[in-house]
């Protein structure tokens, strides 16, 4: 029957006239493209995770507000219902039910009815569309029947009649049924509710207690209250609005607020207290008119499952958002307040919204610039003039022919108006008469910002380039025009900026905050400024406490405390691309701040306090795949990081991140960031959040990056293997070339040494042939020595024979023959210089040999040296013992003592000893 009717939606269009405008919760919509599944959502929760869970279709959904996770059934069949129990998320589906768990980063289904038998007879073509808990006991409930599983065992029980839904109110079980009203389940059995015949032909889409009441939301007759036991329609205007528009679900989300989803034109967001309400619809803010579920989150907020998509509606969020859809008001460059409504100036012209309904004022078209607002009166600058509207009568009329008025000051010295516009300045001196006007002479440029601190004084921004310094007399003449900027060598001074804080005038020129010093003349660069907003794109006065700092493309509202600046950052999600740059404006109504978009604006409050930063986690996934504590991700590989908190919407708190010892707080845009050309080792990911005066840190995330390929173990081991091969065939070459060299030296040395060896021995053989040629002269000359004794003994004999022979042939007396012959014999004998002239050469052509002998044996006499001289000349002892004047006894005694002397035996060669001296 359900299906039946949703099925209608999904082929009904609408084509309405777009015409309700009004200030709305901000709504983020998700589309098939974003989350890649199908139409319908059956159901939406919030998981014990804090991820939302989505029933959609043919696809079980994830969402943990950066990633969209998608997973079908085993069986692929469409859930309609999820519910949370700890950390299983239960799915009914058809002729199916399980639960998912998260394993690994990623959901597994785990089926309780797989092989069991439970959907048969009148069960076979039932789908489960509601799983409540009750008494420790889940029950799965069909349009027909309930299964109750208790953790072991799954028990069927039929309902009397088909139901819509189950709902558990005061601890009690409500079966809405179709066409009998409502009946009460008692264990297996059930009641009906008899004094509650009005529900009876109603469907029921809704039951919850409220309050002490119980709140019955049905189809098409709209909502019942029960009080004392009797059921009365609700009192609210909204309940004859909701019979028409087809009631699909409801929810009370907190003591103030019920919002209840339609069929037909999307959802309302009741405020109990003051009984007003909102309407979202495809017109305005949704994607879809067709609302199938609700869901409310941990901030209070709302998630829809639309017919066609899933949208989150932040309805406890303190920004609010104005948007035209339709594209009739065009960019707004200013706005304010008006009774029921507001005020727009824009690029298509002026134009008011009252009682949620746009309109465009006659003859406004065109480019308008500002509004300055005194009382009910509005002075608006327009392109074609200056306008003045009244907010009483809502009469516009043109005042002025100043055209292009970008700015318009209140003098605070002269009780006048300023005006900057297309061609210079204006001075208004009454302000119920602007068509009474003066040009500022001497400055014939388009000026987009004044401002003023001294009378007689006026500072002004060029449109384009330049800061100009204006003095005029109490005739508003002006006495001299200073181009500031020119003077103090600021080449780069194209969009300067003027803020007026605290009654002092602050200079934004070229990324640098100056301020005007009027004794020296010149521009000097502020400390504190410069110290805090350097950098920053645009500033945006408020009142004299606050003002909003435009930086890296966000919004920041900064307010003072002591000499402490306290930035509250806007979260981007609220004017992301439709900021206008360089027209930025901000109204204060009451403790709102509206301020200027592309189609429309936002209205926030500043000073509102966050609800407190918790259940910050980071997940990491490298190649589709959670890292856990044994995943090693590959060096020079990138890292997806999702960081996940509880919230979803403005408590969402806008974190910062820190790699490893890095000093800089890194933005994490929407909850992920990929690393890439990560180092090797362990990687420690810090996350921080700004208080608005210093970083908090919050969670901490580590990793292990491996060693690059070339780094790695085995990488190591073949380096190792590698360099030690290397070391080792350097070893062995060194080795061989050393034992080469080796072999070569000994080569050398052996050739070396033969050479040597054939020089000694060459040598040798001289120095023994000069040896034995000395000796052979030795021998020569001692044979010489020896032929000579011989031979002058010999001749003497001769001589003494030859003197005898005479003798004896002349001489007859024997006396005188005996005594001649004696005399002859004296007479030839060796006289005593002859003999010792023979000894003298005789030592001296032995001196080495007497030397030698000298020093071996020094108990050698005289005698015994001139004895071993001629034993060296190898005489013997008969030759000897003439030489020697001694008998041959006489020789042969003294050869005896000579031996004893040298310690020879008798054995001993005395002759041989004497030659090898």
């Given at each position: ?734 080795k061989i070339r050393y034992i080469e060299k080796i072999k070569l030296k000994e080569e050398e040395l052996k050739h070396q040494k033969e050479i040597l060896e054939l020089e000694l021995n060459a040598e040798n053989k001289l120095k023994l042939q000069e040896y034995e040629k000395h000796i052979l002269e030795i021998e020569v000359q001692n044979k010489a020595y020896e032929v000579a004794g011989k031979s002058l003994s010999i001749a003497k004999q001769s001589e003494m024979i030859d003197s005898i022979q005479e003798i004896l042939e002349t001489e007859k007396d024997i006396n005188q023959i005996k005594s001649k012959i004696r005399k002859s014999i004296k007479i030839n004998a060796l006289n005593k210089n002859e003999w010792e002239s023979f000894e003298h050469n005789l030592m001296q052509s032995h001196e080495e040999f007497v030397h030698k002998l000298s020093n071996k044996f020094p108990m050698l ?22 030489l020697m004047n001694i008998s041959f006894r006489g020789v042969e005694l003294h050869r005896y003592r000579l031996r004893k002397k040298l310690g020879l035996t008798s054995d001993d060669n005395l002759s041989k000893f004497m030659i090898n001296i």
């Amino acid at each position: 029957m359900k299906l039946r009717f949703f099925q209608f939606l999904f082929f009904y269009s609408f084509s309405l006239c777009v015409q309700a405008q009004e200030l709305l919760p901000f709504v983020e919509n998700f589309t098939k493209s974003d989350y890649n599944g199908d139409n319908q959502v059956w159901n939406v929760t919030q998981g014990g995770d804090n991820a939302m869970y989505f029933a959609n279709n043919h696809y079980f959904l994830r969402y943990n507000g950066v990633i969209w996770e998608k997973y079908a059934l085993p069986n692929k069949t469409v859930i309609r219902s999820i519910f949370i129990d700890d950390d299983k998320i239960y799915s009914g589906s058809y002729k199916e039910f399980g639960y998912w768990k998260r394993m690994n980063g990623k959901m597994e289904y785990f089926s309780l009815t797989r092989g069991k038998n439970i959907f048969q007879g009148g069960s076979d073509n039932e789908e489960i569309w509601k799983i409540f808990k009750y008494k420790d006991r889940l029950y799965f409930q069909t349009f027909n029947e309930v299964f109750i599983y208790d953790g072991k065992a799954i028990k069927k029980i039929e309902f009397p009649s088909q139901i819509s839904y189950c709902y558990l109110i005061d601890n009690e079980i409500y079966v809405a049924t179709v066409r009998e009203g409502i009946y009460m389940m008692k264990g297996e059995k059930f009641v009906k509710r008899k004094n509650w015949k009005i529900l009876e032909e109603n469907v029921i889409h809704h039951i919850e207690k409220y309050q002490s009441k119980v709140y019955i939301f049905t189809k098409n007759n709209g909502v019942f209250v029960v009080i004392d036991g009797n059921l009365v329609p609700w009192s609210h205007p909204l309940n004859e609005v909701i019979k028409k528009e087809v009631l699909v679900t409801a929810k009370f989300v907190d003591d103030n607020t019920l919002v209840i989803g339609s069929g037909l034109q999307g959802l309302y967001i009741i405020n109990l207290k003051n009984g007003s309400y909102q309407n979202l619809n495809r017109q305005n803010a949704l994607k879809n008119n067709a609302i199938l579920s609700i869901g409310v989150d941990k901030e209070k907020d709302l998630w829809l499952g639309l017919d066609n998509g899933i949208c989150h509606v932040e309805i406890n969020s303190p920004v609010q958002v104005f948007s035209d859809s339709s594209g009739i008001l065009g960019s707004v460059y200013s706005l304010s307040t008006i009774d029921n409504g507001y005020l727009f100036v824009t690029n298509h012209g002026i134009f008011t919204s009252k009682n949620k309904i746009l309109e465009v004022l006659p003859n406004s078209q065109g480019q308008v610039w500002d509004i300055y607002k005194r009382g009910n009166e509005f002075i608006i600058g327009h392109n074609d003039g200056t306008f003045l509207y009244d907010g009483r009568t809502a009469r516009l009329q043109k005042v002025s022919p100043i055209n292009g008025g970008w700015k318009f000051l209140k003098g605070e010295f002269e009780n006048v108006y300023f005006q900057g516009n297309y061609a210079g300045i204006v001075v208004y001196e009454d302000i119920n008469d602007l068509s009474k006007y003066k040009l500022l002479a001497g400055l014939k440029k388009p000026i987009k910002n004044l401002a003023q601190n001294k009378r007689g004084e006026l500072w002004a921004a060029d449109n384009y380039r330049s800061l100009y310094r204006i003095l005029y007399d109490k005739n508003f003449n002006v006495k001299k025009i200073e181009n500031v900027s020119l003077q103090n060598g600021i080449k780069n001074d194209y969009g300067v900026k003027l803020f007026s804080y605290k009654n002092e005038i602050l200079f934004l020129i070229d990324n640098n905050w100056y301020v005007y010093n009027s004794i020296s003349g010149k521009l000097e660069k502020d400390k504190i400024f410069n110290a805090s907003f350097k950098n920053t794109s645009d500033i945006i006065p408020i009142n004299d406490e606050n003002f909003i700092v435009l930086k890296n493309g966000l919004l920041y509202v900064v307010s003072q405390v002591k000499d402490r600046f306290i930035w509250e950052l806007i979260p981007e999600k609220y004017y992301e691309g439709r900021i206008i740059m360089e027209n930025i404006k901000v109204y204060q109504d009451g403790d709102h701040y509206l301020m200027n978009l592309d189609d429309g604006f936002i209205a926030f409050k500043i000073n509102n306090k966050k609800l407190k930063i918790r259940g910050v986690y980071a997940e990491a996934f490298y190649q589709d795949k959670l890292i856990d504590k044994d995943t090693r991700v590959k060096y020079n590989q990138s890292v997806e990081v999702n960081v996940i908190t509880e919230y979803f919407g403005y408590n969402r708190p806008d974190l910062f991140y820190k790699l490893n010892d890095s000093n800089d707080f890194v933005p994490i845009k929407k909850g992920k960031l990929i690393l890439n050309n990560l180092s090797s080792g362990l990687q420690e990911l810090e996350f921080y959040y700004n208080d608005g005066t210093k970083y908090t840190k919050v969670a901490t995330y580590t990793f292990t990056v491996s060693k690059p390929w070339y780094f790695s173990f085995w990488m190591i081991v073949f380096y190792i293997l590698v360099i030690s091969s290397s070391f080792f065939l350097y070893y062995r070459w060194n080795k061989i070339r050393y034992i080469e060299k080796i072999k070569l030296k000994e080569e050398e040395l052996k050739h070396q040494k033969e050479i040597l060896e054939l020089e000694l021995n060459a040598e040798n053989k001289l120095k023994l042939q000069e040896y034995e040629k000395h000796i052979l002269e030795i021998e020569v000359q001692n044979k010489a020595y020896e032929v000579a004794g011989k031979s002058l003994s010999i001749a003497k004999q001769s001589e003494m024979i030859d003197s005898i022979q005479e003798i004896l042939e002349t001489e007859k007396d024997i006396n005188q023959i005996k005594s001649k012959i004696r005399k002859s014999i004296k007479i030839n004998a060796l006289n005593k210089n002859e003999w010792e002239s023979f000894e003298h050469n005789l030592m001296q052509s032995h001196e080495e040999f007497v030397h030698k002998l000298s020093n071996k044996f020094p108990m050698l006499t005289s005698k015994d040296i001139k004895l071993c001289i001629y034993l060296k000349m190898n005489l013997s002892s008969k030759e000897i013992a003439p030489l020697m004047n001694i008998s041959f006894r006489g020789v042969e005694l003294h050869r005896y003592r000579l031996r004893k002397k040298l310690g020879l035996t008798s054995d001993d060669n005395l002759s041989k000893f004497m030659i090898n001296i």
